[in-house]
T-cell receptor, first 113, second 114 residues
């Protein structure tokens, strides 16, 4: 079975500062990688995904993540965060085309004014 | 276009009781997956239904069962509830041949077992 490690359970950061949320996975085969965001009392929303091709993927709200196969990582970054980015972020891995996802334990991003 | 809807949103049960949670997938989706998200944890895969059959199952006991109906909606049943079953139960839908491997999640049903 896959395992996904999110090294930081909480990340406090000031508004307009850069942030990196780390994600590592265990796999020796090809995987699909995702970041989901969860706002309080809501379900998970897809932020961005890596399926194939360019290793750098971007979301519409300024987040980006880079797939690093040699380090089995898929870290999420944003150069300048906003208060509205405060949420919990989950990294997820899927190993096949059948949508069975393995999630990390989540990182709570707290953006302070 | 309605997304994934789940009901009820909150419920409280006592140990030993049984519970049924319901999910309507996003329009056009044919596959439903259920996840359990315990407090402070990431979602864990329970099982997935496609064409009214359980296609994959995670590491959950047989107390957890499900069903998918011809209209693609789904139910999750949990028997003999334990305190440890308290969690947010998330339903996610997808299109099996969509190729994008993207799950659309509902807001969840929060189960509290006393």
């Amino acid at each position: 079975a896959q395992s996904v490690t999110q090294l930081d359970s909480q990340v406090p950061v000031f508004e307009e500062a850069p942030v990196e949320l780390r994600c590592n996975y265990s796999s020796s085969v090809s995987v699909y990688l995702f970041w989901y965001v969860q706002y309080p009392n809501q379900g998970l929303q897809l932020l961005l995904k890596y399926l194939s091709g360019s290793t750098l993927v971007e979301s519409i709200n300024g987040f980006e993540a880079e797939f690093n196969k040699s380090q089995t990582s898929f870290h999420l970054r944003k150069p300048s965060v906003h208060i509205s980015d405060t949420a919990e972020y989950f990294c997820a891995v899927s190993q096949d085309n059948f949508n069975k996802f393995y999630f990390g334990s989540g990182t709570k991003l707290n953006v302070k004014p | 276009d309605a997304g994934v809807t789940q009901s009820p949103t909150h419920l409280i049960k006592t140990r030993g009781q049984q519970v049924t949670l319901r999910c309507s997938p996003k329009s056009g989706h044919d596959t439903v997956s259920w996840y359990q998200q315990a407090l402070g944890q990431g979602p864990q895969f329970i099982f997935q239904y496609y064409e009214e059959e359980e296609r994959q199952r995670g590491n959950f006991p047989d107390r957890f069962s499900g069903h998918q109906f011809p209209n693609y909606s789904s139910e999750l049943n949990v028997n003999a509830l334990l305190l440890g079953d308290s969690a947010l139960y998330l339903c996610a839908s997808s299109l099996v041949w969509g190729g994008a491997n993207v799950l659309t999640f509902g807001a969840g049903s929060r189960l509290t077992v006393l």
